[in-house]
């Protein structure tokens, strides 16, 4: 995948762009090691466990007319399908389960969303 700038990046759920999106990260990939160690053992022991890809979380400036954003709002415990687009035209596509979806409503500032959705599954990457 080629170097890119991260301005301009847009996110789908369900074919439908989340507007109004100031930050976007997907983060927490991990991978566990499973401890195998026996009695038989002169060391522990570990193999790799499953790759969990972690947690998309979005936030920016909320739109109660964005289809987006209102799909994150009606999808809350469901999974969906995800697509982050990247300036250059590469993608990463996943199922993500809809969660921690809220509003904040500072005193002198734009109201602002958030929302939290567990990656399940693969990722794909494409340029």
């Known amino acids: 995948m080629a170097k890119t700038k991260s301005f301009g990046t847009t996110v789908t759920v369900g074919g439908t762009a989340i507007g109004g999106l100031t930050d976007i990260s997907l ?5 566990p090691a499973l401890d195998i160690t026996t009695h038989d053992s002169t060391a522990k ?3 790799s466990g499953l790759i969990d890809w972690g947690t998309l979380e979005l936030s920016g400036k ?10 994150l709002r009606t999808g809350l415990g469901a999974s969906a399908a995800f697509v982050v687009t990247l300036p ?3 993608t990463i596509s996943f ?9 904040d409503i500072p005193l002198e500032d734009a109201v602002g969303f958030t929302c939290s959705c567990k990656i399940t599954g693969a990722k794909t990457y494409s340029a």
Not at 27 to 31: F, H, L, T, W
């Open 27 to 31: 983060g927490g990939a991990d991978v």
């Open 45 to 47: 022991e570990f193999v």
């Open 62 to 71: 909320f739109d109660a007319a964005n289809g987006g954003q209102d799909a």
């Open 88 to 90: 250059n035209a590469a």
């Open 95 to 103: 199922s993500a389960l809809i969660g921690g979806v809220s509003e």
